[in-house]
């Protein structure tokens, strides 16, 4: 039998981003509902392969919605400073969170943490609900959109908001044209034991294949690694036995940990640049990676769409009661976040291009650039405070 419901914002997909745009709503008074068919799982016993670097800009944005507090504190994994290096050159960059006075650079969390610390925070209003199905059909009206779900819920809203993931549903749906690009990597990504303690500090090497970074985990001697690396070579990696994938990883990191032991699966992810032409339309938004993925060499992603969430609030929050899904209002939401996408994928395509392959020419500019930065604290300050978040802009008002 069909069931009905009306919100004034439904929200298709529950993961990081889109729970973080729904609790954020819901604290603002909106009616909320998420429509989700997975329920995140709270983490136990070893660290999940899929973890992000979660910023300060991020991390505060947690905190508002109430969801740092569910963060099993003895998963987190706070990095301190980062080092990043050239492979078998002199170029180098260290960054030390120390230099811009706070306590740490960000951390390294399991996603999925995340995901349920914004669940077991979304519990905490009863104007928010979710509904475990998917949707099967919609239709974006001049007055509001309607969600048929599969479990035969009719379900109305004012304004939509796509955030499921990279192949966003909703996004096709609604025919939001794509811009996208194979990176020609792909992320092999496996946790590890290292010999030496990481002393909190995220590192990246940059190999003539692709980055390699190890992430720092709450256990002293575990790293989370990412390998972004060609197709054919990723598959080679893949495969190879435990003990043969530790020595090459130890020889790819200079044994900068000492000895690298692999302690779980290993995974593989395809890298493509996406890119949605519109990032709003009449009664829809799109957030996260519906919107936009990037090469995970930054670490960014997560945090681009956190920042996405959290205009998004701060805008309709501010509009008192002006009509949610109406365009002129979505425009400012839409143009402030494309461009903040914009800057990332120039930003991830320059250091791309720059680190890509051992051209000698290209070696030698990168080394002296990356040594230069080093020595002059108030670009390596600024660079720091953009990284974490700190130097950007991420609200939009909808009376500027
Ligand atoms: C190897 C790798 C490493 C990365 N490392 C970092 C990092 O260190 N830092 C960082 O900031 N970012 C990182 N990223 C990027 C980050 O993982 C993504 O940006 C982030 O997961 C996007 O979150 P999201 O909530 O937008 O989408 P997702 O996490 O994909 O969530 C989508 C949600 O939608 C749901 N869904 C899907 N389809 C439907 C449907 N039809 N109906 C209803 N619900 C649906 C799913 O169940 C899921 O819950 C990395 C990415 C990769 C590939």
């Not at 399991?110 to 995901?115: G, K």
């Not at 509001?144 to 796509?162: F, M």
């Not at 955030?163 to 092999?188: E, K, M």
């Not at 660079?383 to 909808?398: F, P, T």
Request: charged fraction near 20%; include cysteine.
């Amino acid at each position: 039998m069909l069931k009905t419901g009306s919100v004034d914002i439904a929200v298709v997909g529950g993961g990081m981003v889109g729970m973080a745009t729904a609790v954020g709503l819901a604290r603002s008074g909106f009616k909320v509902a998420v429509v989700d068919p997975v329920q995140p799982q709270a983490p136990s016993g070893e660290p999940d392969l899929r973890v992000s670097a979660i910023n300060r800009a991020s991390e505060r944005w947690l905190r508002q919605l109430g969801a740092w507090d569910h963060l099993p504190a003895e998963r987190l994994g706070p990095y301190t400073a980062m080092a990043v290096w050239d492979k078998d050159s002199i170029g180098k960059i260290g960054f030390d969170a120390a230099d811009l006075d706070e306590p740490n650079l960000g951390h390294i969390i399991e996603n999925r943490a995340i995901a349920h610390a914004l669940w077991q925070a979304a519990k905490r209003h009863n104007n928010l609900t979710i509904h475990h199905t998917k949707p099967k059909a919609v239709a974006l009206g001049e007055r509001d959109a309607l969600l048929n779900l599969e479990d035969d819920t009719l379900l109305s809203a004012r304004l939509l908001v796509a955030a499921d993931g990279a192949n966003s549903w909703l996004r096709q749906q609604a025919q939001v044209p794509l811009t996208f690009r194979d990176y020609g990597h792909h992320a092999l990504v496996a946790t590890i034991r290292c010999q030496r303690p990481h002393d909190q500090v995220a590192r990246q090497v940059f190999l003539p294949e692709g980055p390699l970074a190890l992430l720092p985990l709450a256990d002293p001697h575990q790293c989370s690694i990412v390998w972004s690396c060609p197709p054919a070579r990723a598959e080679q990696l893949a495969a190879v036995d435990a003990r043969a994938f530790g020595q090459q990883l130890t020889a790819a990191t200079e044994a900068r940990l000492g000895t690298l032991t692999l302690e779980s699966e290993r995974a593989t992810f395809p890298l493509t640049m996406r890119y949605a032409r519109d990032f709003v339309r009449p009664r829809l938004a799109l957030v996260g990676d519906a919107a936009h993925t990037i090469h995970p060499l930054a670490g960014q992603g997560v945090n681009l769409g956190l920042g996405d969430s959290q205009a998004l609030v701060n805008l309709l929050a501010q509009a008192g009661e002006r009509d949610p899904g109406e365009l002129r209002l979505l425009n400012r939401y839409g143009r402030a976040r494309k461009a903040a996408a914009q800057e990332m994928l120039a930003a991830m395509d320059g250091f791309r291009w720059l680190f890509d392959g051992s051209n000698p020419v290209k070696k030698g500019v990168r080394d002296l650039g990356l040594n230069l930065v080093d020595h002059a604290m108030p670009l390596k300050k600024r660079l720091l405070s953009h990284a974490l978040g700190l130097g950007s802009q991420s609200l939009v008002s909808w009376n500027r």
